[in-house]
């Protein structure tokens, strides 16, 4: 009978340890721009492993994200939104890719200010 406590004992022990799901966080974020033509653009960028969700609302200009943070950080999504050329609230975007936008997603930019 003993070999059953244990059996028992250490399923319950291994079931109660176990981690379940995925460490998700949402997150809401300010990034610069103009229409539809940008909300394709920025979520695009958000296209990478462990962000499950992402939207980006043309009014007010807010980006929110589901993502799995073993996977990404906020940093990091920040920055691909930046190298795709469009700023937000952690980084300052891409010169270059900004140029290459669209005539009507060329929004206007404010000086680069250090946090």
Known sequence: MKPAYYILFLLTLGIFSCKTGTPEKTETFKVWGNCEKCKVTIEAACNVDGVTEKDWNV??????VKFDTTKITLNGIEELIAKAGY???????DDYAYGKLASCCQYERKPFELK
């Open 59 to 64: 009014e007010s200009k807010l980006m929110t």
């Open 87 to 93: 700023d937000n609230d952690g980084y300052y975007g």
